[in-house]
């Protein structure tokens, strides 16, 4: 029996991936007379944002970093002020952009509100998410909110630590197969994954089979209440 049931935030409760597709699709426009090989230049992109989260971590200001590190890498050094401004512009104008919070969303949590604590766990910059989480107004909802800089093994083992949580009594939702599921699963714990559309490849690369155990897959965040009636009733 669960105690408490945790959500990730980005691509799970509000769109995210999105606006970096976005971004991704008007910065190889900006390096076209550079490169003309579209898949190309996002390829690179991808692989220098990958290689920096380990630097800046995960958000759109890493992001808006590894911009202006793969176009001028792209270009071979002969970018423009004025066209890396541009670069630089592409992630302002994510950071100031409004946050769509899914229809089903905030009806959803209220249903999980009447019987059970929830907690927030999302990962990225943490006054960059505390901005955004504000925005949606759904703080309300939410008993604890944990904004950390990598979703491991060990990070959701000292979040249970210290919120006094057994493993197997804490469920876990999201679309990170990396970072929602796995992890949760290895400690024990019950892990339900709500694919997004457009997830980043590296949130789904997984060097592992999942556990059968503990698993459970939706298409929507909607049937998560009909999923924890079940799960409680049946004491899983």
Same mark, same amino acid.
């Given at each position: 029996?669960?105690?408490?049931?945790?959500?990730?935030?980005?691509?799970?409760?509000?769109?995210?991936?999105?606006?970096?597709?976005?971004?991704?699709?008007?910065?190889?426009?900006?390096?076209? =007379?550079?490169?003309?090989?579209? *898949?190309?230049?996002?390829?690179? #992109?991808? @692989?220098? @944002?990958?290689? *920096?989260?380990?630097?800046?971590?995960?958000?759109?200001?890493?992001?808006?970093?590894?911009?202006? $590190?793969?176009?001028?890498?792209?270009?071979? %050094?002969?970018?423009?002020?004025? @066209?890396?401004?541009?670069?630089?512009?592409?992630?302002?104008?994510?950071?100031?952009?409004?946050?769509?919070?899914?229809?089903?969303?905030?009806? &959803? /949590?209220?249903? /999980?509100?009447?019987?059970?604590?929830?907690?927030?766990? &999302?990962?990225?910059?943490?006054?960059?998410?505390?901005?955004?989480?504000?925005? &949606?107004?759904? #703080?309300?909802?939410?008993?604890?909110? $944990?904004?950390? %800089?990598?979703? =491991?093994?060990?990070?959701?083992?000292?979040?249970?630590?210290?919120?006094?949580?057994?493993?197997?009594?804490?469920?876990?939702?999201?679309?990170?197969?990396?970072?929602?599921?796995?992890?949760? /699963?290895? #400690?024990?714990?019950?892990?339900?994954?709500?694919?997004?559309?457009?997830?980043?490849?590296?949130?789904?690369?997984?060097?592992?089979?999942?556990?059968?155990?503990?698993?459970? $897959?939706?298409?929507?965040?909607?049937?998560?209440?009909? #999923?924890?009636?079940?799960?409680?009733?049946?004491?899983?």
């Amino acid at each position: 029996m669960f105690e408490i049931i945790a959500l990730d935030a980005d691509d799970t409760l509000w769109d995210n991936e999105i606006y970096y597709t976005q971004a991704k699709d008007e910065f190889v426009q900006l390096l076209k =007379t550079y490169h003309q090989d579209e *898949n190309a230049v996002k390829a690179r #992109l991808d @692989e220098v @944002e990958e290689g *920096n989260v380990s630097i800046y971590g995960y958000g759109i200001k890493s992001f808006s970093l590894s911009m202006i $590190e793969a176009a001028i890498e792209i270009s071979q %050094g002969a970018i423009s002020g004025k @066209e890396l401004e541009a670069v630089a512009g592409l992630g302002r104008k994510m950071l100031s952009t409004r946050v769509r919070v899914f229809p089903w969303t905030e009806g &959803t /949590l209220a249903i /999980l509100a009447k019987d059970w604590d929830l907690m927030m766990i &999302t990962k990225g910059d943490v006054f960059e998410q505390s901005k955004k989480i504000e925005r &949606t107004g759904l #703080l309300k909802y939410f008993r604890y909110v $944990e904004i950390v %800089g990598d979703k =491991t093994t060990a990070i959701y083992q000292a979040l249970l630590e210290r919120h006094r949580i057994q493993a197997q009594h804490f469920l876990m939702v999201g679309n990170s197969l990396r970072s929602d599921i796995l992890p949760v /699963l290895e #400690l024990g714990g019950i892990a339900v994954y709500i694919p997004y559309a457009s997830t980043w490849a590296h949130e789904h690369r997984v060097d592992k089979d999942l556990p059968k155990d503990g698993y459970y $897959e939706l298409e929507s965040l909607a049937e998560l209440p009909a #999923l924890v009636r079940k799960l409680s009733h049946s004491g899983g």
